[in-house]
């Protein structure tokens, strides 16, 4: 399998930057229309869709070249850089509005924009697209159209290029499968929940005289994470990754995850699927699916040799918007939740026969979402650890049947 070396100037049809700040104001937001790009919805591949604030369809016209398709590529070149992601062929608008952070990219037929998007990915893709990067103040690329133009990257024919493409997104799909199954068993568990702890619908709509009501420490235990500055790896250990909210909101831990000592006390060691929550800053909570790593301060792990973790993780996340509206009240710049807060935190306890009715329904969910999103982490290792080899030739394709 042979590449050739192209700028990027030569290898695409149109590139175009976001509109400056004050075409898109605050009152040019409407309810619903066209929607506009931001940093969260350029993490990882594909364009995320969770969230967006949307322009009128008049507006949008009014923004041309600012207009994104199916099929291009969007770049971020301020705030978080690093970000690229393709708009996919089955995105669920037709068209967006990139932000005044980010430009877009469409590919001519010398290279596929999926092509574009995994090499980019790549430790070598990142170097180059972050060579011209300036730190100061807000992280940004100098002159990001014209220097993004200018960067040379090694490409292999077209048919090559479908193959790697194919052997990777075998990975993404799965992933995506993943994905909508646990959103899906997500909200099982949460009309389940709502029906027997806040509506009683299986008891008439009433509580059962033979609950108690208690609170969230009685039924678990939250263990504080340490300062992890004061537990580095010793002279010939092996670090474990440390777990902050960065890593918590990602979901990973990354190679630029802080390390920490493997000897720390284990009540302080993380794993797949234990219950963490952060009680600073951006408060959440989720179970971990990120492999091993050290507990940093700032969370909670929650444990309980009473409860099923699906009971505690439940209570927890069903105080969770209370807890961040508390927060949000402290006069400090971080609010964080206090362990009287905890306490105070309505938790019903069901008897012992309803307890075990209820967990016979809501544990297998949660063990299946625990186990999904542990097997899309590994499939995420995997296709990273692919994927520069795909792309330097260290995996020959063109002797692979796709």
């Given at each position: ?5 192209h700028?990027i100037s ?16 605050v ?9 506009v790009?931001n ?11 969770n ?17 994104a398709?199916?099929?291009d590529?969007?770049i971020?070149h ?5 970000q690229i ?5 089955n995105?669920k608008y ?11 990219v469409?590919?001519?037929?010398k290279?596929?924009p999926?092509y574009?998007v995994?090499y980019?990915?790549?430790?070598t ?10 730190q100061?103040?807000?992280?940004a ?13 090694e490409i292999p ?5 479908r193959?790697i493409i ?7 799909d799965?992933?995506?499968v993943?994905?909508?199954i646990?959103?899906?068993?997500e ?10 702890f806040?509506?009683?619908e299986p ?12 609170g969230?420490?009685?039924?678990a ?7 992890m500055?004061k537990?580095?790896p ?6 474990l990754p440390?777990?902050?909210i960065?890593?918590l ?5 990354d ?14 060691i993380?794993?797949?699927?234990d ?7 951006s408060l ?6 990120g ?9 909670f792990k ?13 209570w927890?996340k ?13 006069a400090?710049t ?9 306490a105070?935190a ?5 008897n012992?026969?309803?307890?075990s ?10 063990d299946a979402?625990?186990?999904n999103?542990?097997?899309s982490h590994?499939?995420?290792?995997l296709r ?19």
């Amino acid at each position: 399998m042979t590449y050739e070396t192209h700028f990027i100037s030569e290898l695409i049809d149109e590139i175009s930057m976001g509109p400056f700040g004050s075409n898109i104001k605050v009152e040019c937001f409407v309810d619903d229309g066209v929607p506009v790009l931001n940093g969260s919805n350029l993490e990882g591949y594909e364009l995320k869709e969770n969230s967006f604030r949307y322009v009128t369809e008049e507006k949008a016209d009014s923004l041309k070249k600012a207009n994104a398709y199916r099929g291009d590529i969007v770049i971020t070149h301020r705030g978080t850089l690093g970000q690229i992601v393709l708009i996919p062929q089955n995105s669920k608008y037709e068209r967006y509005v990139i932000s005044q952070s980010q430009f877009k990219v469409r590919c001519n037929d010398k290279v596929l924009p999926e092509y574009m998007v995994y090499y980019f990915h790549t430790r070598t893709g990142q170097y180059k697209l972050l060579s011209n990067a300036s730190q100061v103040g807000v992280p940004a690329l100098a002159r990001p159209s014209t220097t993004f133009q200018k960067i040379d990257i090694e490409i292999p024919d077209i048919t090559s290029q479908r193959k790697i493409i194919a052997i990777l997104q075998k990975i993404h799909d799965k992933i995506a499968v993943n994905t909508a199954i646990n959103e899906n068993l997500e909200q099982q568990a949460q009309a389940i929940f709502k029906s027997w702890f806040v509506d009683f619908e299986p008891f008439g709509g009433v509580m059962p005289s033979n609950w108690i009501t208690s609170g969230l420490l009685d039924i678990a235990d939250y263990i504080n994470g340490l300062a992890m500055q004061k537990f580095r790896p010793k002279e010939n250990e092996i670090g474990l990754p440390v777990l902050k909210i960065k890593e918590l909101r990602q979901g990973i831990c990354d190679s630029n995850s802080e390390l920490c000592s493997p000897s720390i006390p284990s009540n302080y060691i993380v794993k797949n699927g234990d219950v963490i929550f952060s009680w600073s800053g951006s408060l959440l909570v989720d179970f971990w699916c990120g492999d091993t790593c050290g507990l940093n301060q700032h969370l909670f792990k929650v444990i309980s040799n009473k409860y099923e973790k699906w009971f505690y993780y439940s209570w927890t996340k069903f105080h969770l918007n209370h807890f961040i509206d508390i927060a949000a009240d402290m006069a400090t710049t971080m609010g964080h939740i206090k362990r009287n807060e905890l306490a105070k935190a309505v938790v019903f306890i069901p008897n012992v026969a309803d307890y075990s009715q209820i967990d016979n329904l809501l544990k297998p969910i949660y063990d299946a979402i625990i186990a999904n999103r542990t097997e899309s982490h590994y499939l995420a290792n995997l296709r990273d650890t692919l994927l520069p080899k795909l792309m330097n030739g260290e995996i020959d394709v063109s002797k692979v049947k796709i």
